[in-house]
C-alpha cells in the first residue's frame, strides 16, 4: 500500500514538473516572438479588424471585402473587452491572459485527479 501511495505522489509531482515547464515555454515563446505582447503578433491586426468592423455594423469584413480567409473565433473573443472600452491590441493581449490563466487552471485540475 505504502508503494502505491509513493508512486501516486511521483505521477503528481511529475505532473506539476512538466505544468511548470510548460508554462515557462509558452510564456517565453510569447515573450521573444511578440513584440507587441502575449500572443498579440502582426497578424492579429487581420484577426481583429473584421471584429472591430462588426462591432461597428460594417459586417465581417476587412478592407471593405467580406473576410473569408481569418476565421472569427479570435475577433470575436477579443471583441467584449473592445466594447467595453480597450484598444484592440490591449483587448487581445488581455484576453490571452485570460485564455493562458484558465488554460493553466484547467492543467491543474487535470493534474490533481
Excluded at 501516486?8 to 510569447?30: D, E, H, K, P, T
Excluded at 497578424?43 to 460594417?58: E, H, I
Aim: proline share 4%.
Amino acid at each position: 500500500m505504502a508503494s502505491g501511495t509513493l508512486v501516486q505522489r511521483n505521477v503528481s509531482r511529475l505532473c506539476y514538473v512538466m505544468l511548470g515547464a510548460w508554462i515557462l515555454l509558452f510564456a517565453a515563446n510569447f515573450m521573444l516572438h511578440d513584440s507587441r505582447g502575449l500572443g498579440t503578433g502582426a497578424d492579429s491586426f487581420k484577426y481583429l479588424t473584421p471584429a472591430v468592423n462588426l462591432s461597428r455594423g460594417l459586417g465581417y469584413t476587412y478592407l471593405g471585402h467580406l473576410e473569408l480567409y481569418f476565421p472569427p473565433g479570435y475577433g470575436l473573443r477579443t471583441l467584449p473587452l473592445y466594447l467595453l472600452g480597450f484598444e484592440p491590441i490591449q483587448a487581445a493581449l488581455i484576453g490571452n491572459v485570460i485564455v493562458l490563466a484558465l488554460a493553466c487552471l484547467f492543467a491543474y485540475l487535470i493534474c490533481r485527479l
